[in-house]
Nanobody, 124 residues
């Protein structure tokens, strides 16, 4: 079965950096659009960033543009998100997600598979 396992979360001070990783198994990884979402306490889950099958195209939420970078390694079935200049408002559980088609929801919705999440906490 498809599994997405996130890692790399933790506690960091404002202005610091973290790199999240998502290991995918049970799917033809290079055929999937991969994305990161996050959910802060008391808030709905929101889109953060996505990357296409080859890694040649990316899309970001305005709130993270210029600070976060999504990338992938199709040889290792891994997707990453480098997070720089972290702010307290970035505190959330971060989820990895996957889908095959852009037809349902484009970049920001319609994902078929989800990981369990990794906690990121940014202190002020």
């Amino acid at each position: 079965q498809v599994q997405l396992v996130e890692s790399g979360g933790g506690l960091v001070q404002a202005g610091g950096s973290l790199r999240l990783s998502c290991a995918a198994s049970g799917l033809s990884f290079s055929r999937y659009v991969m994305a990161w979402f996050r959910q802060a306490p008391g808030k709905e889950r929101e889109f953060v960033a996505a990357i296409n099958w080859s890694g040649g195209s990316t899309y970001y939420a305005d709130s993270v543009k210029g600070r976060f970078t999504i990338s992938r390694d199709n040889a290792k079935n891994l997707v990453y998100m480098q997070m720089n200049s972290l702010k307290p408002e970035d505190t959330a559980v971060y989820y990895c997600a996957a889908k095959t088609s852009m037809l349902g929801g484009g970049w920001i919705s319609g994902y078929d598979y989800w990981g369990q999440g990794t906690q990121v906490t940014v202190s002020s």
